[in-house]
């Protein structure tokens, strides 16, 4: 069965510094993976998605992550973090079929100045 | 284009009660879906509809029934309220129902509390 797994529950980081949010799964084809943020009191909004091709994403508001079969693994990384970046991140695996999308439990992103 | 709009925002309801909520696209997507999102659970998919007419369970249906009369709605009904349903409920939809890599665009939520 499919699964997703957030390790880190919640990440404290300094504004400007690096940001690494770790995600595994486990699916036994080539998984379509994605990367969601939520906001406070907000819906889930599309960073980043992976289904073929070049392993490393592109995504919006600065992010990137990196598609590693071997450690079955999708990190999501941003180089210097804002201060709005604060907000809930969840990693998801969807099945070829295109019917279902797992997510992982969510991290919890603070920011300090 | 509003997207997808969901009422109500909160709801507190008694056990036993029923009640359901809405969700509406105006993208004239296929696919819409239900989730409920509970702490240190993620989001859990209830159910979700490929078209008009045709709906199907995802990993956590029980106490929960759907149907899609039109493209853009996708109401959710909960028939006798339980406690263990207080949780914020997403709606989403995407274009295509082949389509896995398609994104998903979610609704603002509804939190519900049942007493």
């Known amino acids: 069965a499919q699964s997703v797994t957030q390790p880190d529950i919640h990440i404290t980081v300094s504004e400007g510094a690096s940001l690494e949010l770790r995600c595994n799964y486990s699916?036994?084809?080539?998984?379509?993976l994605f990367w969601y943020v939520q906001s406070p009191g907000q819906g889930l909004q599309l960073l980043l998605k992976?289904?073929?091709?070049?392993?490393l994403v592109q995504g919006i508001k600065g992010f990137e992550a990196e598609f590693k079969r071997s450690q079955s693994s999708f990190n999501l990384r941003k180089p210097s973090v804002h201060w709005s970046d604060a907000a809930e991140y969840f990693c998801?695996?969807?099945?070829?079929?295109?019917?279902?999308?797992?997510f992982g439990a969510g991290t919890r992103l603070f920011v300090k100045a | 284009n509003a997207g997808v709009t969901q009422t109500p925002k909160f709801q507190v309801l008694k056990t036993g009660q029923s009640m359901t909520l809405q969700c509406a696209q105006d993208?004239?997507?296929?696919?819409m879906s239900w989730y409920r999102q509970d702490p240190g659970m993620g989001l859990r998919l209830i159910h979700y509809?490929?078209?008009?007419?045709?709906?199907d369970q995802g990993e956590v249906p029980n106490g929960y029934n759907v149907s899609r009369s039109t493209t853009e709605d996708f109401p959710l009904r909960l028939l006798s309220a339980a406690p263990s349903q207080t949780s914020v409920y997403f709606c989403?939809?995407?274009?295509?129902?082949?389509?896995?890599?398609?994104?998903?665009?979610f609704g603002p939520g509804t939190r519900l509390t049942v007493l």
């Open positions: 998801a695996v969807g099945d070829t079929g295109g019917f279902k999308t797992i």
């Open positions: 509809s490929v078209g008009a007419g045709i709906t």
């Open positions: 993208m004239n997507h296929e696919y």
């Open positions: 989403a939809s995407r274009p295509s129902t082949s389509g896995g890599t398609d994104t998903q665009y």
């Open positions: 699916y036994g084809a080539t998984p379509y």
């Open positions: 992976y289904f073929s091709g070049d392993t």
